[in-house]
């Protein structure tokens, strides 16, 4: 069986950093292209970054880029966010997604909340 | 880039009847990478569609999904309680990452 399960998220200021992590089993991991989505409270679902399998393609929404790095290990079947200079509207629910042709696995999602 | 604009925003409905959603592409996207999910609250998304038409593992059949171009609809043929939810389509290939309609929310009248 399929599964993700996100982690690391949590209260911080404006300014500050957090690193989410993804931990991917039930597949193998290292074939996937991976992907973070998002969802401010009440709102829709915002695709963050996508990784390729072999990590060669890195894609990050516009609202994200040069503050948030999307990585991954392959060994350890994990994906990660590194998400600095945290803003206000950076506040949602952070969903690890694996999803292709006919198929669609997402993670049960990690609260960010950044408030002062 | 990309924009799936949904319609409408909400659709009032009661159990039984027919929901028609409709999600429309700033460009053409192809057919094998448009799909719909729904979502209830404190949820994740699940996969209704995908390929425009066709049904995920273990989706009822009164969810179909038609479509191609620009123009796609998901249609609920007869609503159960548990149809009332958001529904959002999605598109990948077209260009990097994913893309999201902003949504439906389909409630009980």
């Known amino acids: 069986e399929v599964q993700l399960v996100e982690s690391g998220g949590g209260l911080v200021k404006p300014g500050g950093s957090l690193r989410l992590s993804c931990a991917a089993s039930g597949f193998t991991f290292s074939s996937y292209s991976m992907n973070w989505v998002r969802q401010a409270p009440g709102k829709g679902l915002e695709w963050v970054s996508s990784?390729?399998?072999?990590?060669?393609?890195?894609y990050y929404a516009d609202s994200v880029k040069g503050r948030f790095t999307i990585s991954r290990d392959n060994a350890k079947n994990s994906l990660y966010l590194q998400m600095n200079s945290l803003r206000a509207e950076d506040t949602a629910v952070y969903y690890c997604a694996r999803v292709g042709g006919d198929y669609a696995y997402w993670g049960q999602g990690t609260l960010v909340t950044v408030s002062s | 880039e990309i924009v799936l604009t949904q319609s409408p925003g909400t659709l009032s409905l009661s159990p039984g009847e027919r929901a028609t959603l409709s999600c429309r592409a700033s460009q053409s996207v192809s057919s094998s990478y448009l799909a719909w999910y729904q979502q209830k609250p404190g949820q994740a998304p699940r996969l209704l569609i995908y390929g425009a038409s066709s049904r995920a593992t273990g989706i009822p059949d009164r969810f179909s999904g038609s479509g191609s171009g620009t123009d796609f609809t998901l249609t609920i043929s007869r609503l159960e309680p548990e149809d009332f939810a958001v529904y959002y389509c999605?598109?990948?290939?077209?260009?990097?990452?994913?893309?999201f309609g902003g949504g439906t929310k389909v409630e009980i009248k």
């Open positions: 999605q598109q990948y290939g077209s260009s990097p990452g994913l893309t």
């Open positions: 990784i390729s399998s072999s990590s060669s393609y890195i």
